[in-house]
């Protein structure tokens, strides 16, 4: 069965701190599709990366990266030189592409504070 | 632009009562899903549909329905509201490209049961 585990319940950093949010997965399934979504104090979620197992590139946008490594079944997110607009809740996803379909398993969020 | 769009932001009743929160989809979306959201617990799965008249249950489907007889609309219906239904509710659509696509979310509706 699939799950996705945030350790980190709340997170509080001071503005212009890197912060890393952890994301731990489980699968059995070999070709997989991990989400981050944040989830900002008005309540909408939004998309923030999309990445199936084969590609374990790690990403760079702005501020924001995404280290994705298999051997450890993580998909850890960093956002640099914080700002107190990141302040949100984010979750980690995930969905096993032959038994999920496009339904999608979600982590508990983490809630980052970022401090001015 | 996608959107999503839920018929309530807030909404309050009574236990007993038979609840309808509707959500509409315009970016003609195969896949729509209903969640709920509780502090501590993430995002929950109550049902989804992959195509008008489809539906699957989720992981928690106990005391909820779903209607989905337009391709744009998916209706969750607490049949009779109870207490522990108190939560956020969101709603999301997607596409199949290959794989799973991002879901799109609704702003949500924060159901208050009394």
């Known amino acids: 069965a699939q799950k996705v585990t945030q350790a980190q319940t709340e997170i509080s950093v001071v503005e212009k701190e890197d912060v890393t949010l952890d994301c731990v997965y489980e699968?059995?399934?070999?070709?997989?599709?991990l989400f981050w979504y944040k989830q900002p104090p008005s309540g909408e979620l939004v998309f923030l990366i999309r990445?199936?197992?084969?590609?374990?590139q790690n990403e760079i946008s702005g501020r924001y990266s995404w280290n994705f490594q298999k051997s450890t079944s993580s998909f850890n997110f960093t956002i640099t030189a914080s700002q107190v607009v990141d302040s949100a809740v984010y979750f980690c996803?995930?969905?096993?592409?032959?038994?999920?379909?496009?339904?999608?398993?979600f982590g508990e969020g983490t809630q980052l504070t970022v401090n001015p | 632009d996608v959107k999503v769009t839920q018929s309530s932001r807030y909404l309050v009743k009574r236990t007993g009562e038979k609840v309808f929160l509707e959500c509409v989809q315009d970016?003609?979306?195969?896949?729509m899903f209903w969640y709920r959201q509780d502090p501590g617990l993430g995002l929950r799965l109550i049902y989804f549909?992959?195509?008008?008249?489809?539906?699957e249950k989720g992981d928690i489907p106990e005391g909820y329905s779903v209607s989905r007889e337009k391709k744009e609309r998916f209706s969750l219906i607490l049949e009779s509201a109870s207490t522990n239904q108190t939560s956020m509710y969101l709603c999301?659509?997607?596409?199949?490209?290959?794989?799973?696509?991002?879901?799109?979310f609704g702003p949500g509706t924060r159901l208050t049961v009394l």
């Open positions: 970016m003609d979306h195969e896949n």
């Open positions: 999301a659509s997607s596409l199949w490209v290959g794989g799973p696509g991002e879901q799109f």
């Open positions: 699968t059995r399934d070999t070709t997989y599709y």
């Open positions: 996803a995930l969905s096993e592409r032959e038994t999920s379909g496009s339904r999608l398993t």
């Open positions: 549909s992959y195509d008008v008249k489809m539906k």
């Open positions: 990445r199936n197992s084969f590609d374990e």
